[in-house]
């Protein structure tokens, strides 16, 4: 097989495929983008959704650096993800986590039987439970509880999670998958 090329039709060829091949992984980086934002909702840790909700992508039809992004806009989406220093929890941070207590502490029972503590589900065939006499003792629970992560960040912080960090292998060869897709339909559509 050859292939005969003009000469003078060269440099526009050329041309031609170069700008082919750039918008193909123009292309395949905003998909990548998308499958990115797809990947990381999985991967953020949940209370109410918020933080997972936060994700975006965003393309940019432009010739400059940026082609496409993914970003997340919840405010506390750094601090999911690095963690936090010891610091001294504000009465309204100390009112949400005593709001996150009382969501994930569920009292079960009744006022004849009293009540047990069951975290965050039905209670299951040995699972700790803790009998309490009324739902006020599970109120003063949920402070005692709130009291004492409020210490526990005010001497070692929050941990991280890492999630968007650990993620990183997965999402570069998503975007790799991506961007050699949307060549390989350049490539089988060939030069005219």
Not at 4 to 9: F, G, L, R, T, W
Not at 69 to 88: D, K, M, S, W
Not at 103 to 108: E, G, Y
Not at 138 to 162: M, N, V, W
């Amino acid at each position: 097989m050859s292939v005969q090329v003009d000469m003078a039709a060269a440099p526009g060829l050329l041309e031609k495929a170069s700008k082919r091949t750039a918008d193909a992984i123009r292309k395949g980086l905003r998909s990548a983008a998308r499958r990115s934002q797809t990947f990381l909702v999985q991967k953020t840790p949940r209370d109410r959704g918020q933080a997972a909700a936060g994700w975006r992508n965003s393309a940019h039809n432009g010739s400059g650096d940026v082609v496409a992004y993914c970003l997340n806009t919840c405010p506390y989406i750094g601090v999911l993800e690095e963690g936090a220093r010891p610091h001294a929890v504000s009465k309204e941070g100390q009112e949400a986590i005593y709001q996150w207590v009382l969501r994930v502490l569920r009292l079960v029972g009744t006022t004849k039987e009293g009540f047990a503590v069951v975290h965050n589900s039905e209670p299951h065939p040995g699972q700790r439970t803790r009998k309490l006499n009324s739902v006020d003792k599970g109120e003063q629970l949920a402070r005692s509880i709130t009291f004492l992560i409020c210490r526990k960040i005010r001497l070692k912080g929050q941990k991280p999670h890492y999630f968007v960090k650990n993620s990183m292998p997965e999402l570069a060869a998503g975007a790799r998958e991506e961007v050699e897709r949307c060549l390989r339909e350049v490539g089988s559509r060939g030069i005219s």
